[in-house]
């Protein structure tokens, strides 16, 4: 599978304010959730985010909706956001058919996601530094039973010069000035 910009959707899951003090590798995720949101803004990718229980553990994190432009988010009860009945016509109404998939926790809510998303037909691309858990290890397993059931693991910027297909247009040169130049500088930690 070739990510395609027009096919595609970021899914970002449950990255919460009350969450992400007690998850591993959150302020990462965060920021490459962030940043492939951004990209994806500048492309016409549509962000979703979802949020577990928001009255418990917060809305989303403050930091990662600086870094987004336009979204949509959804309140959920199951920790698997397709069977939320609302969320699972919309998504067939947007016509994306290429869900890259992230968030916490990785082995639960983004995992059953995922799961549900493969049985559904979609095709997911499991964003593997943005994909938390609060064990590492859980992140981990989560990972490898994704790409079991048959999810692409990818990088931000795998991501996103997907999206760009080419170095030759306007839009290449605007997300380039705004969000990859200077971006390999940074250390990045896979789980």
Request: hydrophobic share 45%.
């Amino acid at each position: 599978m070739r990510l395609k910009r027009e096919a595609s959707l970021l899914l970002i899951v449950d990255l919460q304010a009350g969450l992400l003090p007690v998850i591993d590798g959150s302020d990462q995720a965060v920021s490459e959730a962030g940043w492939l949101g951004g990209v994806a803004e500048a492309l016409d990718v549509p962000v979703w985010l979802t949020e577990q229980y928001p009255a418990g553990l917060g809305g989303t994190a403050p930091r990662l909706l600086e870094m987004l432009g336009e979204h949509r988010c959804w309140e959920k009860v199951h920790f698997n956001a397709h069977a939320e009945t609302e969320f699972a016509r919309a998504l067939v109404e947007s016509g994306r058919h290429q869900v890259v998939l992230c968030g916490a926790e990785a082995h639960i809510c983004v995992l059953q996601t995922g799961l549900a998303l493969l049985e559904a037909g979609y095709e997911v691309a499991w964003l593997a530094e943005a994909a938390v858990s609060r064990r590492p290890e859980e992140a981990a397993l989560a990972r490898r039973r994704m790409a079991q059931a048959g999810a692409l693991e990818v990088s931000a910027d795998m991501v996103a010069y997907e999206w760009l297909e080419r170095c030759d247009d306007a839009g290449f040169k605007d997300v380039h000035r705004r969000f990859l130049k200077g971006r390999s500088a940074r250390p990045l930690r896979f789980f």
